[in-house]
């Protein structure tokens, strides 16, 4: 007579349980994409500004370059020591306190003077360099079996808000009466909501600074310096940063240039940013169920090589045509670039190590990018060279994808002699 009373205790604990653990997630992911939405918006809002802040500073094209570039040089060193910095504070205090510096970084930059500009922006990319470094690992540990679609929220998280700071900089500018320093600085508000979003996550700080899962990972550490499918994984991601933040850069000049309005020029880059939107979602979840992404990787590589050559001889009546291709293009290679970090590892503290050298090194090459292009065009007066040296970074990409894109992982791959 006591069974069927204590069963239903038992189901009542257990269905308690199951509640609170799903409750616990669904703030994990809340948290996620809060924090997600402030790592690209505070960099993409600056394309559509960068002439308005060129002409005010008066600064030539190299430096106006700088100001995309400070960024991507931030996070090039950072990245390294992202993940020992994890191990030792833990994740979630780290992401807390990258948050808040970032909103400091943004309200710097907001601040009238050449120096406040590149002070604040090089704030705000130490502090997204370390949210960029870190998540894709908390992912892979709190979502071991569902690093697709996780990857595929944050990325579209990232990506929504992204585009959006793109199209509405030039409004905000025009209408709010601070000119650039308030359409840079409004997203120092987002930035200030997600801190308290992510303070729920601070109570699990105690267990993760001690857990063995993260600090000792059961497999043996593997030598990434030494590991051809690393440096793969690093030139992949460093080649996709670089044609997005060259096009983040001076899309809208290139657009001006062919005589597009500067309204007009910053809604087609906030196209260009809403049309790989579905697939920065779309595309962990089909290479998470293929063993091989390599076809994926072609298809990544063909659209974009095609919409900037479409840019630099298809002519302005197809020009939404290949601002479309590209933004496709640009999301299956980032898609496929946050995938590879889990994809091409064993655990959550090799996911850390590859983020961190493939950010590092990726970065760094990227920073290259939007400061050579500013200096091409300031030699040849033209952006049909920059034009086609970004078809060669894409063409590149096919090359590195291809070895990134076996299914391997990184400890089990042959070491360079």
């Known amino acids: 007579m006591n069974l069927p009373k204590q069963f239903n205790t038992d189901q009542r604990i257990k269905t308690t349980i199951e509640v609170k653990k799903q409750s616990k997630e669904w703030v994990m992911i809340l948290g996620i994409v809060f924090i997600a939405t402030n790592l690209r918006a505070p960099l993409t809002s600056v394309g559509p500004l ?3 802040i060129r002409d005010q500073l008066q600064l030539s094209n190299t430096l106006a370059g700088m ?10 060193f950072i990245s390294p020591f992202v993940p020992k910095l994890g191990r030792k504070f833990g994740i979630e205090f780290m992401i807390l306190f990258a948050i808040i510096f970032l909103t400091f970084g943004i309200l710097v930059r907001s601040i009238s003077g050449t120096a406040n500009l590149y002070i604040g922006t090089a704030m705000l990319g130490l502090a997204i360099s370390v949210c960029n470094v870190l998540l894709p690992s908390l992912i892979k540990r709190e979502f071991p079996g569902k690093i697709g679609v996780m990857t595929g929220v944050y990325s579209i998280s990232m990506n929504l808000f992204g585009a959006i700071a793109s199209g509405i900089s030039i409004p905000i500018m025009m209408k709010s009466g601070y000119g650039w320093q308030g359409a840079l600085g409004i997203w120092g508000i987002l930035s200030f909501l997600s801190i ?3 303070l729920p996550q601070m109570k699990k700080q105690h267990y993760l600074k001690t857990s063995e899962t993260y600090t000792k990972p059961t497999q043996a550490k593997a030598n990434l310096w030494r590991s051809p499918l690393a440096w793969q994984v690093t030139l992949f991601m460093g080649l996709q940063s670089m044609v997005f933040y060259v096009l983040i850069a001076w899309l809208p000049e290139i657009l001006m240039q062919q005589g597009i309005s500067s309204d007009q020029s910053g809604l087609l880059l906030s196209m260009m940013q809403l049309a790989l939107l579905p697939f920065t979602f779309i595309i962990p979840l089909v290479a998470g169920r293929m063993a091989d992404q390599r076809l994926l990787v072609s298809i990544t590589s063909v659209l974009l090589i095609t919409g900037i050559l479409g840019l630099l001889y298809g002519g302005s009546g197809l020009i939404i045509l290949w601002i479309i291709l590209i933004g496709i293009g640009g999301g299956c290679a980032f898609g496929l670039s946050m995938m590879f970090f ?3 590892t064993e655990n959550a503290h090799q996911a850390a190590e590859l983020s961190g050298m493939a950010q590092s090194f990726g970065y760094l ?5 939007p400061m050579l292009f500013g200096y091409l065009h ?3 007066n033209s952006w049909d060279s920059p034009l086609l040296l970004l078809a060669g970074a894409a063409l590149l990409l096919f090359i590195c994808g291809q070895g990134a894109a076996k299914n391997r992982f990184i400890g089990s791959s042959n070491l360079l002699n």
């Open 50 to 52: 960068v002439g308005h």
């Open 67 to 76: 100001i995309t570039t400070l960024p991507l040089l931030a996070f090039a």
């Open 196 to 198: 308290f979003f992510w």
């Open 342 to 344: 889990g994809l091409r």
């Open 365 to 369: 090459l990227a920073a290259i990018g």
């Open 378 to 380: 300031d030699v040849t």
